[in-house]
C-alpha cells in the first residue's frame, strides 16, 4: 500500500462524512454557501478516488505518483478545505486558497498525462 492510496482513502471517507453533513447539517443556510461546500465535498471525492489510483496509473513510474499525489493532496487541503470552510462559516474570505488549489488539481492531472506516458501499454 502507498501513501497515496493510505491518504486517497483516509480523504474520500472523509468526504463521505463532510457530504452527509452538507445533505443535512447545513439545511437553513445561504443557498450559496452550501453550493461552494458542496463543490469542495465533490472536488475532494473525485480526486480522492484519482489518489487512490495514481500508483495504479503511474505504475513503475513513483516519480510520477509522487508529483500527481502530492498535487492532488494539496489541491484537496486548498481548494476543498477553503470551500468547505467558506459554506460552514458563511465567510468568503476563507476561500482566498482556492484558486491555489485549483492549480494544484491542474498540476496533478498534468503529472499523470506527462510523466506516467508511455507507460500504458495498447491493447
Same mark, same amino acid.
Given at each position: 500500500?502507498?501513501?497515496?492510496?493510505?491518504? /486517497?482513502?483516509?480523504?474520500?471517507?472523509?468526504?463521505v /462524512?463532510?457530504?452527509?453533513?452538507?445533505?443535512?447539517?447545513?439545511?437553513? *443556510?445561504? +443557498? &450559496?454557501? #452550501?453550493?461552494?461546500?458542496e $463543490?469542495?465535498?465533490?472536488?475532494?471525492?473525485?480526486? @480522492?478516488?484519482?489518489?487512490?489510483? $495514481?500508483? =495504479?496509473?503511474?505504475g513503475? &513510474?513513483? *516519480?510520477?505518483? &509522487?508529483?500527481?499525489?502530492?498535487? !492532488?493532496?494539496? %489541491?484537496?487541503?486548498?481548494?476543498? %478545505? @477553503?470551500?468547505? =470552510?467558506? /459554506?460552514? !462559516? +458563511?465567510?468568503r474570505?476563507?476561500? #482566498?486558497?482556492?484558486?491555489? %488549489?485549483?492549480?494544484?488539481?491542474?498540476?496533478?492531472?498534468?503529472?499523470?498525462?506527462?510523466?506516467?506516458? %508511455? #507507460?500504458? #501499454?495498447?491493447?
Amino acid at each position: 500500500m502507498t501513501w497515496q492510496q493510505v491518504v /486517497g482513502g483516509i480523504s474520500g471517507a472523509l468526504s463521505v /462524512g463532510l457530504g452527509a453533513y452538507g445533505a443535512h447539517g447545513m439545511m437553513g *443556510r445561504a +443557498e &450559496n454557501f #452550501k453550493t461552494s461546500f458542496e $463543490t469542495g465535498v465533490r472536488y475532494q471525492m473525485v480526486h @480522492s478516488a484519482l489518489l487512490v489510483a $495514481t500508483p =495504479a496509473i503511474c505504475g513503475s &513510474n513513483t *516519480r510520477a505518483a &509522487n508529483i500527481a499525489g502530492l498535487c !492532488f493532496t494539496t %489541491g484537496i487541503l486548498l481548494f476543498s %478545505g @477553503s470551500c468547505c =470552510a467558506v /459554506g460552514l !462559516f +458563511e465567510d468568503r474570505s476563507y476561500g #482566498k486558497l482556492a484558486p491555489y %488549489g485549483g492549480f494544484s488539481f491542474i498540476g496533478g492531472w498534468l503529472a499523470l498525462a506527462l510523466l506516467s506516458r %508511455g #507507460k500504458v #501499454k495498447p491493447h
